[in-house]
C-alpha cells in the first residue's frame, strides 16, 4: 500500500477545553515519511511538536506533548481522527496549545478530514505485523494492554470504573474502517466529583454541558449546582434518569467505553507506524496507553534496526580493498573487511568475503571451522573505521583504538564460504574522534551478531 495525505488544506475552530481560548487548527498535506506533527504557529518560528511517544510528557487528563519546551495538551482526539480515516501523514497547525475541544469527541475533525480529501503518495507504507504478544501493565493502577496477531488492526477495550452509575463497559472496533461510524463521535467524560475539583483549580475554563458527559457520582449540593451554573452559563442544570447532567443524552449506553478506545486509537498514534494486530486493554488511561506506545515504538525500532541492509553486494563499491588499505593501517591477514559497499556521515556498510584460506581456521577448529567470534567485532569495527576515519583529511596519520563494547551478542556461527555485511550506525554524532556505534553483521538474512562499539581515532605522533 501507498503512503496517504491530504488533498488540501482544511481548518476548524472552537474553544481549548483546559485554556478557554479560541484556538484554529489547520490540517495541512505533508510530505511521504512526515508521520503526524503538530506546528505551533502562535510562538515564534512556528516550532514543530512530532507526535511521538518520546515526547510525552504528562497523562493526567489528556496527552500532552512537550518537545524542547514547547507543548501540545489533548492530541488524542485529532490522532485519532487522522488514524481513523488511514492517513499516514499531515502537519497540524495550532495557534494555541491546544486543539479545540468541539463536542469532547473526533466527529467533527473526521467530518473536516474528509471535505480536504485524500491523495496517494508515492512512497510505500510500513506496517508493523505483529508476530507475538506484546504485553505492558501499569502495576499501580493494574491497568494493562497486550497486543496480539490478527488479520487486521482491532482494538477492545474492557473499562471499570468502580462507580455504581457507570459500572463495567465494553467496546470493540475490528476494522480501523468502522471508526468514523462506530467510535468517531463517542464525546469525552468525567465525573461530578473531577469536574468539581477541575473547577476550582481553575483547570477546565472551555468545557460546558455540549463537549463532556458528566456522570453524578456524588449528591449534587446546592453549592456544587451554583458553580456548574456559573462555569457552564446556564441556569437550567439538574440530573437525567441514566445519572448524567442534562443538556446530553447518550449517543450509545457504553459510549465511555467507545471513548476510552477512541483514546486508545488517538494514544497509539505516537507509536508512529501503522500496526496490525489486536490490541486489547484493561482499564486503559493515558498513562498505559503511551507507556504502551513507547514499548511498541522501542520494539519497532530495534526490529528496523536489525533489518538486513538493501544493497546490491555485486555493484560498485564505495571502496574496494587498495583503497581501504590507503585509509586503515591493518594489513592482511588482520585486514577483516574487503569492500565499502555504502559510506554516509552516519553509516556504513563493509563487506567480508570467508575464505576457508583464513590463518585462523587452521586452529580454529580443526574439522569444523568457526570463525572466532572476537574477529567478527574486529571486523565490524574496521567498518567503523573507515566511516570515523572519512571524517579526517588525512587518514593514513592516524591509529583507531577500542574504548569499550556492550551488548555484545552471537546468534549464528559464520563458516567458510559465508559472506559477511556488516551495518555500522552512529549512535551519537562523532565527537573529538570518538566514535559510539551500533553495529550489526549478517549473513543472507540472518543476525549472526551485533554489539555497540566505541573507539577513538588518534593522530599518530
Request: proline letters at 5%; glycine letters at 6%.
Amino acid at each position: 500500500m501507498k503512503q496517504t495525505t491530504l488533498e488540501r488544506a482544511i481548518s476548524i475552530s472552537g474553544i481549548g477545553l483546559h485554556t478557554g481560548q479560541e484556538v484554529t487548527l489547520t490540517f495541512l498535506p505533508a510530505a511521504p515519511d512526515t508521520g503526524f506533527v503538530f506546528k505551533r504557529v502562535d510562538l515564534e518560528g512556528s516550532p514543530e511538536v512530532p507526535a511521538s511517544a518520546k515526547w510525552v510528557n504528562k497523562t493526567q487528563r489528556s496527552t500532552v506533548l512537550d518537545c524542547n519546551g514547547v507543548e501540545v495538551q489533548t492530541s488524542e482526539h485529532v490522532l485519532a481522527a487522522l488514524t481513523g480515516l488511514d492517513y499516514d501523514n499531515a502537519i497540524i497547525e495550532i495557534n494555541a496549545s491546544e486543539p479545540p475541544i468541539l463536542d469532547g469527541s473526533a466527529k467533527y475533525f473526521i467530518e473536516a478530514l474528509e471535505k480536504a480529501g485524500k491523495v496517494e503518495q508515492e512512497a510505500d507504507r510500513e506496517v508493523y505485523v505483529v508476530s507475538e504478544p506484546i504485553h505492558y501493565k501499569d502495576a499501580e493502577s493494574g491497568s494493562e494492554i497486550i497486543i496480539l496477531p490478527s488479520e487486521n488492526y482491532e482494538v477492545q477495550v474492557m473499562v471499570d470504573f468502580g462507580t455504581k452509575i457507570l459500572g463495567t463497559q465494553n467496546a470493540s472496533l475490528y476494522s480501523i474502517e468502522e471508526f468514523k461510524e462506530e467510535i468517531a463521535d463517542a464525546r469525552t467524560f468525567s465525573f461530578l466529583h473531577d469536574i468539581e475539583m477541575l473547577l476550582d483549580q481553575g483547570l477546565i475554563r472551555g468545557g460546558d454541558l455540549n463537549n463532556a458527559i458528566v456522570y453524578v457520582d456524588k449528591e449534587l449540593s446546592n453549592e456544587t449546582l451554583s458553580k456548574l451554573k456559573a462555569a457552564f452559563e446556564k441556569e437550567d442544570i439538574q440530573v437525567t434518569p441514566n445519572g448524567i447532567l442534562n443538556n446530553l443524552e447518550l449517543k450509545y449506553p457504553n459510549e465511555a467505553a467507545r471513548h476510552k478506545l477512541l483514546d486508545v486509537i488517538g494514544d497509539l498514534a505516537l507509536i508512529g507506524s501503522k500496526i496490525q494486530g489486536r490490541v486489547i486493554a484493561c482499564k486503559p488511561g493515558h498513562l498505559v496507553n503511551t507507556e504502551f506506545a513507547k514499548v511498541m515504538q522501542k520494539k519497532i525500532k530495534d526490529e528496523k534496526r536489525k533489518r538486513v541492509p538493501k544493497i546490491d553486494i555485486y555493484a560498485d563499491p564505495v571502496m574496494d580493498t587498495v583503497q581501504i588499505m590507503d585509509m586503515l593501517p591493518h594489513r592482511p591477514p588482520f585486514l577483516l573487511v574487503d569492500k565499502i559497499l555504502e559510506l554516509t556521515d552516519s553509516r556504513v556498510v563493509g563487506l567480508k568475503n570467508v575464505s576457508m584460506n583464513e590463518a585462523y581456521f587452521v586452529g580454529h577448529f580443526p574439522g569444523a571451522p568457526v570463525m572466532p567470534g572476537v574477529l567478527q567485532i574486529e571486523a565490524m569495527a574496521q567498518t567503523g573505521g573507515v566511516l570515523v576515519l572519512n571524517t579526517v583529511p588525512d587518514p593514513e596519520n592516524y591509529l583507531t583504538f577500542f574504548m569499550k563494547m556492550d551488548n555484545v551478542k552471537f546468534k549464528h556461527q559464520v563458516n567458510p564460504g559465508d559472506t559477511l555485511i556488516f551495518d555500522c550506525e552512529l549512535i551519537t554524532p562523532i565527537r573529538r574522534g570518538i566514535c559510539h556505534m551500533r553495529a550489526l553483521a549478517f549473513v543472507g538474512d540472518k543476525l549472526v551478531s551485533e554489539a555497540e562499539l566505541m573507539a577513538q581515532i588518534v593522530k599518530i605522533k
